[in-house]
C-alpha cells in the first residue's frame, strides 16, 4: 500500500481539527488518536459543554467534512 497518500490525508484531517477547534493544543490531538469518543471527551473539557452538546459539535463537524469529500 502507498502510505504518502494516506498521510496526506491524516495531515488534512488534523488541520481541519485545528481549525474547527482552535483551542486544541497538538499535544492534545495526538492524544486523541483519531477515537470519536476521545475527541468528544477533549472538547467536553476544553469549551466546558456537556456531552450532549459535545455529540452535537462533533456531528455537525462531521456533515461538514463529508460535504467537502463530496464537492
Given amino acids: 500500500m502507498i502510505w504518502d497518500p494516506i498521510k496526506d490525508e491524516l495531515r ?3 488541520n481541519n481539527v485545528k481549525e474547527q477547534w482552535i ?3 497538538d499535544d492534545q490531538i495526538d ?3 483519531g477515537k470519536r469518543n ?3 471527551g477533549k ?3 476544553v469549551y466546558v459543554i456537556d456531552n450532549d452538546e459535545a455529540e452535537k459539535r462533533l456531528a455537525d463537524w ?3 467534512q463529508r460535504e467537502k469529500i463530496r464537492s
Fill in 12 to 14: 488534512d484531517l488534523m
Fill in 23 to 25: 483551542w486544541f493544543i
Fill in 31 to 33: 492524544v486523541i488518536e
Fill in 38 to 40: 476521545h475527541l468528544c
Fill in 43 to 45: 472538547m467536553q473539557k
Fill in 62 to 64: 462531521q456533515k461538514l
